[in-house]
């Protein structure tokens, strides 16, 4: 008879990873044990051997979501000075698309979470605090006034995450054209200087 197939076994990353692919394809309901061991064609047993329990993974997965998007905003939003501009410029471009369609969908399925866990809300909290205050800081190094610079940067948090819900490809025809108006309204550019600087 020829031995049985070694049992998959997966580290603690692993997990994470795990989780966190299921958060954005089942939302919150896909962050339990059993699917989670299915999905990943593990035993449960090999779950507690890295997590006391789901309260557990649960907390993991929040700050694991929390170290990496508040790493990601503090290279992105990162300027040189008298580049802030071209920065808000690049966050626009770089936020208001899809490329990242996952990425889009663990934040939705974080601010669900959030909803009805006080731990996610805090975590969700943190992050949108230091991404606003990022976007804050460049549009003070623009030399607008704190209560313009506050307006602008909820303005840009609001439309760069706000677009990936709404289906605005069948608006018009010309979306980027569209897209560079609401960049350049959203940046404080004049007209004349719809596009963003080379």
Not at 74 to 82: D, H, I, N, T, Y
Not at 166 to 176: A, G, L, R
Request: charged content about 30%; overall charge positive; aromatic content about 8%.
């Amino acid at each position: 008879m020829a031995p049985p197939p070694p049992r998959t076994t997966l580290d603690r990353p692993a997990w994470i990873k795990g989780a966190l692919e299921a958060l954005a394809e089942e939302g919150f309901a896909g962050l339990r044990i059993e699917v989670l061991a299915r999905r990943l064609k593990v035993t449960k047993g090999s779950f507690y051997w890295h997590f006391k329990d789901r309260q557990d993974l649960l907390a993991t997965v929040l700050d694991t979501w929390r170290e990496g998007r508040i790493r990601d905003v503090l290279k992105q939003a990162k300027a040189r000075p008298g580049g802030e501009r071209e920065k808000i410029f690049y966050l626009l471009d770089t936020y208001s698309t899809t490329r990242n369609r996952r990425g889009i969908l663990i934040e939705l399925a974080m601010r669900e979470w959030a909803q009805r866990d006080p731990a996610a809300a805090a975590i969700v909290r943190e992050v949108d605090a230091v991404r606003l205050e990022c976007s804050r800081t460049l549009f003070l190094g623009c030399g607008l006034a704190p209560e313009e610079a506050s307006a602008r940067c909820l303005l840009l948090y609001a439309y760069c995450f706000g677009l990936s819900l709404v289906m605005h490809q069948n608006f018009q025809d010309d979306i980027s054209r569209l897209k560079e108006e609401i960049n350049a309204l959203v940046a404080g550019a004049p007209r004349a200087a719809l596009t963003a600087p080379a």
